[in-house]
Each structure stands twice: as C-alpha cells, then as structure tokens.
T-cell receptor
C-alpha cells in the first residue's frame, strides 16, 4: 500500500482565495483524521470521519473551514476564504479503528502558505 | 497581543550515546500511549506503543517507560544514530475515546 496520500504537497495562495486540500486514506481504514500543525499550537485535530461520516468537528476553527468525505477513498478539507493565519501544515491520517490500540498512519502533509 | 510560539524542548546527543525523551501527560484516565517520530518535511510515524497495564515495553533500540503515578512517559533510544534526528511526540488515548491527544514534541539532534 502506498500509505496515506495527500495533495498538493505545497500550496501558496493569496488571502481571500479558496483552498482545497485532498487526502486518500489507506484502503480498508474506516477512520480518517484531519490535523493542523503550527509552531504556535503544535498538532491539533480538526475533524475526523468514521465510514465517511463526520463524527467530531469540534476542532474546526471556524465556518471558513469545511471537510467532506464523499467516499471511502477520498476526503477534502476546504478553506474559504483563506487568511494568512491559516498558514500551517495540514495532515491527513487514517486508521483501521479509532483509539487504542489502533495507530494512526499519517500522510506527508500539505504545507499551506497564505499571503 | 504579542504572539508566542511553542518553545519545543530540544535534546542534543552524540552519535552512539543513549537518548531519553520525556513526556508528561494530563489525563489520568488515559490508558494507551504512542510515541511518534516526525522527520523534517514528513508526517508523524509510529514508533512504539504501551498500554497502561504495563510499565515498560521494548522494541528495536527503543524502550518506553510508563509511570502512571506521576503521569509520565519516556522514550529511550539506544545507540542513537544520525537518522534518529527528528521531533518526537507522545500521544495519549482514553479507552472510551476515539481521539489521540498529542504533546508538543521534543526535537532530538544527533551529533555525528
């Protein structure tokens, strides 16, 4: 398996533009997680899905952020409109199940820069 | 107001020495823990895990120690190599929860 795949790897955009980040989880994994990593706040969970259904989105910072999982092999995280403070590395992770003892497998991340 | 960034703890060790990375966790109900390694430009990778019914677990060149009394976790790396240079995170999970909560991480630099 290729592992968790994320695209793009780098994204540079101007403030106010829409940004869409994409993730393909590991086949057979029922859980998908979106994280944001910054120097200010470390690694934060934004939202996670179970069998394509959002379970907990309490980590989503505000209404500008939305996430979807239309099928078991694809998820998107959208920011509209983007702001400079959204600059961060966004990770997608997947796991067979949630919690112990199931580790999460992380993708390589998307480095987002909003100017 | 003024922004304050995370001050990541750092550890520098000589190649071949042993490394000890520490983590204090907050939830006394947490009963499963994972250590992740994050190399520059990559996502976190699983290293080793431990359940709360154990106080020590060994892997290849790594050992995790758990002290539930003081809510402390440590990762020991034997014969540290340059490839071990990375940021190391501990993550905790409570049995009833689906989420892992990540610590702020420790940056390990191995000096050749």
């Amino acid at each position: 398996d290729a592992g968790v795949i994320q695209s793009p790897r780098h994204e540079v955009t101007e403030m106010g533009q829409e940004v869409t980040l994409r993730c393909k989880p590991i086949s057979g994994h029922d859980y998908l997680f979106w994280y944001r990593q910054t120097m200010m706040r470390g690694l934060e969970l934004l939202i996670y899905f179970n069998n394509n259904v959002p379970i907990d989105d309490s980590g989503m910072p505000e209404d500008r952020f939305s996430a979807k999982m239309p099928n078991a092999s694809f998820s998107t995280l959208k920011i509209q409109p983007s702001e400079p403070r959204d600059s961060a590395v966004y990770f997608c992770a997947s796991s067979l199940a949630a919690g112990a003892p199931y580790e999460q497998y992380f993708g390589p991340g998307t480095r987002l820069t909003v100017t | 107001g003024e922004s304050v960034g995370l001050h990541l703890p750092t550890l520098s060790v000589q190649e071949g020495d042993n490394s000890i990375i520490n983590c204090a966790y907050s939830n006394s109900a947490s009963d499963y823990f994972i250590w992740y390694k994050q190399e520059s430009g990559k996502g976190p990778q699983f290293i080793i895990d431990i359940r709360s019914n154990m106080d020590k677990r060994q892997g290849q060149r790594v050992t995790v120690l758990l002290n539930k009394t003081v809510k402390h976790l440590s990762l020991q790396i034997a014969a540290t190599q340059p490839g071990d240079s990375a940021v190391y995170f501990c993550a905790e999970n409570e049995n009833t929860g689906n989420q892992f909560y990540f610590g702020t991480g420790t940056s390990l630099t191995v000096i050749p």
